[in-house]
């Protein structure tokens, strides 16, 4: 108890950046640099078990994706928390690019994200899409994440969908850059996908929008 004490005293100090249901995440300071606290502990009783398990996804993910540029770098985490790199940039939605490098550039970011074995299974949500400081494409938010090393059809189904929604995000931005194949991704979602939208999607709206408050764009300050 005094432990925890101690690191909710020190996390005071630092910038809290959001606070729902599965806990909070904090701007903190760790060796002089910025990073990202992801803290379950505040989370509520009935949620603490699922928090930790997104988390422990998260952590997952980012350990197989060390080294890559473009994506936070996990630094520690243990059954409750996670530290990982903060990414300078601003959402989506906020910066509303259209240059077609930056497209170009974050259709290869998830080609590596792939290759490593870890699908998004997020980037819907325009917040979990960044436009860096220098204009580059990064991903962030990986707690629904898959890490696998099989190449098996649940994969490749998660892998298209994290490129159809990718290519959503083209399509709001910059409708003229699409080619005749990303057209076709667009219009034929997998089965799965489609079997989300029709049984899954409108509880699931229900449950964020009407009793838990959130939005599309919530978290868009979670970097």
């Given at each position: 108890?005094?432990?925890?004490?101690?690191?909710r005293n020190v996390l005071s100090k630092?910038?809290?950046?959001k606070r729902d249901l599965f806990g909070e995440i904090r701007k903190v300071t760790e060796g002089g640099e910025l990073a990202i606290m992801r803290d379950t502990r505040p989370a509520r009783w009935w949620l603490r078990r699922l928090a930790r398990a997104l988390l422990q996804r998260e952590a997952r993910a980012l350990a197989a994706l060390t080294d890559i540029d473009g994506v936070p770098q996990l630094m520690r985490s243990d059954h409750h928390t996670l530290l990982r790199t903060f990414i300078p940039g601003r959402p989506l939605f906020e910066y509303r690019p259209h240059s077609a490098v930056y497209f170009r550039d974050a259709a290869k970011l998830l080609r590596t994200?792939?290759?490593?074995?870890?699908?998004h299974n997020d980037l819907a949500k325009e917040p979990n899409v960044l436009v860096c400081d220098d204009s580059s494409p990064a991903f962030i938010d990986f707690q629904l994440a898959a890490?696998?090393?099989?190449?098996?059809?649940?994969?490749?189904?998660?892998?298209?969908?994290?490129?159809?929604?990718?290519l959503k995000h083209k399509r709001s931005y910059r409708p003229d850059l699409?080619?005749?194949?990303?057209r076709s991704i667009l219009d034929t979602p997998s089965p799965p996908a489609r079997a989300w939208m029709f049984f899954v999607k409108p509880?699931?709206?229900?449950?964020?929008?009407?009793?838990?408050?959130?939005?599309?764009?919530?978290?868009?300050?979670?970097r």
């Open positions: 108890m005094q432990d925890y004490q101690l690191l630092n910038e809290l950046l994200i792939h290759r490593a074995g870890v699908t890490t696998t090393s099989s190449r098996g059809r649940l994969f490749r189904a998660a892998a298209r969908e994290d490129i159809r929604h990718l699409l080619t005749a194949r990303e509880v699931y709206l229900v449950v964020t929008r009407k009793l838990l408050g959130w939005s599309d764009r919530e978290g868009a300050a979670d």
